[in-house]
């Protein structure tokens, strides 16, 4: 049986990413995004101060599995230290436009 893929039209949910993406924000992190799963996801970065690989690996999951359902995800409001982490990473095109 193939995967049912979220329908389009649900409504855009916006995430607004916390300052600290340490080991601790992992989890929660993912549940947030896991619960936006079947819409359009905009993440806000505009207050991450630190974010760590594992939260990045998250993200990347959450972009990868948007594209799989053939939904918009996009960071918008990155701050500068989400830049050069991201960019350091090799991540920099999680930046770039949506999925």
């Known amino acids: 049986m193939a995967a ?7 409504k855009a949910h916006t995430l607004i990413l916390a300052e600290n ?9 993912r ?3 896991l619960g936006s799963r079947g819409a359009a ?4 970065a505009s207050q991450v101060q630190r ?3 594992l939260c990045l ?13 053939d939904q918009a995800f ?3 409001g990155a701050s500068p230290e989400v830049h050069n982490t991201l960019e350091r990473a090799g991540a920099g095109d999680l ?5």
Do not use: F, M, N, Y
């Open 4 to 10: 049912k893929r979220p329908s389009k039209a649900a």
């Open 95 to 99: 930046l770039e436009g949506t999925a």
């Open 31 to 33: 549940d947030e995004i």
């Open 74 to 76: 996009s960071i918008t």
């Open 51 to 53: 974010i760590g690989g």
């Open 41 to 44: 996801l905009t993440v806000d």
């Open 21 to 29: 993406l340490d080991l601790a924000a992992v989890a929660p992190l």
């Open 57 to 69: 690996q998250v993200l990347l999951a959450a972009r990868a599995a948007w594209r799989l359902d």
